[in-house]
C-alpha cells in the first residue's frame, strides 16, 4: 500500500495546523497497538543484543553501525514465526515500528564508550566507575530526547524533511505488512543463515570456546596431556611463519623491519567482511589506501630514521615497535589531521546544512486553536512541549553538574559549553533530516578546540564537552530519524519518546559491564588499567582519533616530531583537496579523505578483509543489477542483512568467548 504524503505544494503552502489536522485524519492509526508490553520487552532484548554487537565492532573499527532495519526484519521474522505456529498474535506494524525505535536508541548508546569517554581514559590513566559512565550517558541521552521535540514539531511536522535513513525503514516497514511478506521472511533467513555459518567459524578460531570443549566437556587435557585447545587461526599466515621457523624460511621485510612489527597481516574476519559489505566500495577502498600508504611507505621509513624507536619503561620493561607504537608515537597525528580537515571540509561543503537549520527554526507558523479556527489534533498524542521546556535547563544542570563533579570539568566551562551543544544540535539534525548523515565527528571538535582554547591543561575540558556535543546531537538526530517512520505509519509520538528511553537504558545497562569484561578486565592484582583497553584485537580508532585531538592541544604543535608535523601539513592540504573535488565533481573523486585517516588507526590485517568484503558486494551489485532475479535479491536487497549476519553471528560468539575466558578459565 503507497504511504500517504502531501504533495510539495502542500508542503509549501499548508500552515502546520494544517497538516497535523490532515495527518490525524488520514494517516494517524489510533486503534494499532504500539508501545505493548511485548514490544518494550522484545525492544530492550533485541536492543540490548545489538547494542553489544555494535559496541564490539566499534571497538575493532570506530564505525558505529545503525541496526534500525536489522531490528524490523529480526522483529517481523520472530513474531510471523510465533503466529504462523500459533504462539503468538503477529506485531502490529506499530509494534515493529516501535520495536526498531527502542532497539536504534540501545545501538547509538555505545558511541561514548568507543569515542569520547575512553579517549578520556587513554589520555589520564584514569578508570571512570561504572556508575559515573551510567549516569552521564544516561544524563545527556535523555537531554538529546528532550532537546529533539521540540525540533520534531518544526523538522517533521512543519517542513516534512526527508530524513532519509528512517523514511527508508518506513517503507520497509510498509512492504512487510502490506504484501512483502515473503521478502521479509527471505531476507531474515539470509541473516539468519550468515550468522549461524559466521558464528560457527568464530567458534573454531576462540581460545575460551575451545578450551571449554576440549578441556571441560571432553577433558581431552586429560588423556591426551594438551595444554593448549587445537584453534583454527584466523591470522593465516600464522601457518607459514610457523613453517618459517622450523625450515628457516624467508620472512618479508620492508627497509629492515619485519612485516609483523608494522601489523601486515593476513587476517580472515568474518566480521569485517560484513563491515565492509556495509560501508560499500569508496569507503573500504579511502580505508585501504591509508594502511598501504602508512605502514608500507611511511612508517618504515620513521623507523629507519629513528622517529619510531623502541621504548624502555620504568623497571626496564621493553615496549618493542608493533603497529600500537607506529600509531601512537608517530602516525596517530596525520591520521587525525586526514579525519579532521575532512569532516570539517566536508561539512562546510554542505551549506545547506547550516542554513536551512536556522532559517527553519526563525519561520513562525500559527498552530494554536485561536489563530486557525481548529482544534489542535496532536496533543493528545504529542510530546507536551512543556516536557522539554522544564526538563531541558534541569538536564541541561544536571549534566553540567555530572561533568565537573566526575571529571573536574570546571563550573565555567560546563555551563559555557551548553549553548554551544544546542546550537550544534540544530545543525546535525537538519543534516541527519537532508542526508541521514550527522556529522557529529565534525561538530565535537568544534567544542573540543574551542574548550581546549579555553583551558589547555585539562584534557577533560575539552574531551567531556566535545562528548556532551556528539552525545546529545547524536541522540536528538536519531531520535528523529526513528520518528519519521512513525510519522508515516501513523504513530503515537509520544510513546516513540518513551521507547527511545527504554532504548537508553537497555544500552547503558549491557554495553557498560560488557566495556569493562572486554576492555578493562582486572590484572593479576586485581586493578584495572586504561593500558588494556588498545589492543591489537580492539583497536578504538574513533577514540583514538579523540585521544590525539586532546594531546595536540595540551601539548601543542611544537613537541611533535618535526616529521611528524610536516605529515600533519602534507595531510591537512591532501584532505581538502579530496573533499573539495569530492563537493565539486563527486564522480571523480572514489576517496574519502575521512576513511583514509580512519585506514592508519585501524590494524591493518581488519583494513583488507573489510575491502575484500565490499569488492564481493560491489562486484556481485553490478553483476546483478537487474531487480527481479535471484541474484539481485541475494546481492543486492540482501546486502545489509547478510552483513549484519556476519557481523552479528561473530560478534556474539566472540563476547561469548570473553565471557567463557572470565567465568570457567
Not at 560491489?618 to 535479491?633: A, F, I, K, T
Amino acid at each position: 500500500m503507497a504511504i500517504q504524503q502531501l504533495s510539495d505544494e502542500q508542503i509549501k503552502t499548508w500552515s502546520r495546523a494544517k497538516k497535523d489536522d490532515w495527518w490525524f485524519k488520514n494517516v494517524y492509526r489510533g486503534n494499532v497497538p504500539q508501545l505493548t508490553i511485548r514490544s518494550g520487552v522484545t525492544g530492550f532484548f533485541l536492543g540490548a543484543v545489538l547494542a553489544a554487537t555494535a559496541l564490539y565492532i566499534g571497538g575493532k573499527t570506530g564505525i558505529g553501525l545503525g541496526v534500525g532495519l536489522t531490528s524490523v526484519m529480526l522483529s517481523f521474522a520472530i513474531f510471523r514465526g510465533l503466529h504462523a505456529a500459533g504462539l503468538s498474535r503477529d506485531f502490529t506494524i506499530l509494534e515493529n515500528n516501535c520495536t526498531q525505535s527502542i532497539a536504534t536508541a540501545a545501538g547509538y548508546m555505545t558511541q561514548p564508550l568507543i569515542a569520547s569517554l575512553t579517549a578520556y581514559m587513554l589520555v589520564t590513566g584514569r578508570i571512570i566507575p561504572w556508575w559515573q559512565m551510567l549516569a552521564w550517558m544516561v544524563t545527556v541521552a535523555i537531554l538529546g530526547v528532550l532537546v529533539a521535540f521540540p525540533l520534531k514539531r518544526r523538522f517533521i511536522n512543519q517542513d516534512q524533511l526527508p530524513f532519509p535513513e528512517g523514511r527508508a525503514c518506513g517503507v520497509v516497514l510498509d512492504a512487510l505488512y502490506t504484501g512483502g511478506a515473503a521478502a521479509g521472511m527471505f531476507r531474515a533467513r539470509l541473516l539468519a543463515l550468515t550468522a549461524f555459518g559466521a558464528g560457527l567459524y568464530q567458534l573454531v578460531i576462540s581460545d575460551g570456546w575451545m578450551k571449554l570443549f576440549q578441556f571441560k566437556l571432553l577433558r581431552m587435557d586429560w588423556w591426551a596431556g594438551l595444554k593448549q585447545p587445537w584453534t583454527f587461526h584466523d591470522r593465516l599466515d600464522t601457518y607459514y611463519y610457523a613453517a618459517a621457523d622450523k625450515f628457516n624460511l624467508w620472512i618479508p621485510r620492508i627497509l629492515g623491519t619485519d612485516v609483523r612489527q608494522l601489523g601486515l597481516r593476513l587476517t580472515l574476519d568474518a566480521a569485517m567482511l560484513g563491515v565492509g559489505g556495509l560501508m560499500g566500495i569508496r569507503v573500504a577502498t579511502s580505508c585501504l589506501l591509508g594502511t598501504l600508504v602508512n605502514y608500507t611507505i611511511l612508517a618504515p621509513i620513521m623507523i629507519q630514521r629513528g622517529d619510531i624507536v623502541q621504548r624502555t619503561l620504568a623497571g626496564g620493561v621493553v615496549v618493542p615497535i608493533s603497529r600500537i607504537e607506529i600509531v601512537n608515537q608517530w602516525a596517530l597525528w596525520w591520521a587525525v589531521t586526514m579525519m579532521v580537515v575532512g569532516s570539517l571540509v566536508s561539512l562546510l561543503g554542505r551549506p545547506e546544512i547550516f542554513t536551512t537549520a536556522f532559517k527553519s527554526l526563525r519561520r513562525s507558523t500559527p498552530t494554536k486553536a485561536a489563530a486557525t479556527g481548529v482544534a489542535d489534533p496532536m496533543r493528545s498524542i504529542e510530546l507536551p512541549l512543556g516536557v522539554s521546556y522544564v526538563g531541558v535547563p534541569i538536564f541541561c544542570v544536571l549534566g553540567a553538574s555530572v561533568t565537573h563533579s566526575f571529571f573536574g570539568v570546571p563550573w565555567l566551562l560546563s555551563y559555557v559549553s551548553l549553548p554551544l551543544i544546542l546550537v550544534l544540535t540544530v545543525i546535525c539534525t537538519n543534516s541527519m533530516a537532508l542526508t541521514s548523515w550527522t556529522p557529529t565527528g565534525a561538530l565535537s571538535k568544534i567544542t573540543q578546540f574551542t574548550m581546549g582554547a579555553i583551558d589547555r591543561s585539562n584534557p577533560a575540558s575539552n574531551l567531556i564537552p566535545a562528548g556532551m556535543t556528539a552525545e546529545v546531537s547524536a541522540n536528538a538526530a536519531n531520535l528523529l530519524s526513528d520518528i519519521k517512520p512513525g510519522y508515516m505509519l501513523g504513530a503515537k509520538p509520544r510513546q516513540q519518546a518513551i521507547g527511545h528511553v527504554i532504548g537508553i537504558f537497555s544500552g547503558a545497562l549491557v554495553c557498560i559491564p560488557l566495556f569493562f569484561l572486554l576492555f578493562l578486565p582486572p590484572g593479576h592484582d586485581g586493578v584495572r588499567s586504561a593500558a588494556t583497553i588498545v589492543s591489537d584485537q580492539f583497536a578504538f580508532p574513533g577514540a583514538m582519533q579523540w585521544k590525539g585531538v586532546a594531546e595536540l592541544i595540551a601539548r601543542g604543535v611544537g613537541n611533535l616530531p618535526h616529521s611528524a608535523v610536516i605529515s600533519m601539513i602534507v595531510a591537512a592540504a591532501c584532505a581538502a583537496a579530496i573533499e573539495i573535488t569530492r563537493i565539486i565533481a563527486p564522480e571523480r573523486m572514489p576517496l574519502s579523505a575521512v576513511a583514509i585517516g580512519l585506514g592508519v588507526v585501524l590494524p591493518p590485517e581488519y583494513t583488507l578483509p573489510m575491502w575484500v568484503g565490499a569488492m564481493v558486494f560491489w562486484v556481485m551489485g553490478r553483476r546483478y543489477s537487474s531487480p527481479g532475479s535471484r541474484g539481485h535479491d541475494i546481492w543486492k536487497d540482501g546486502c545489509e542483512p547478510i552483513c549484519a549476519g556476519l557481523i552479528s553471528g561473530s560478534a556474539l560468539v566472540g563476547i561469548g568467548n570473553a565471557i567463557v575466558n572470565v567465568v570457567f578459565f
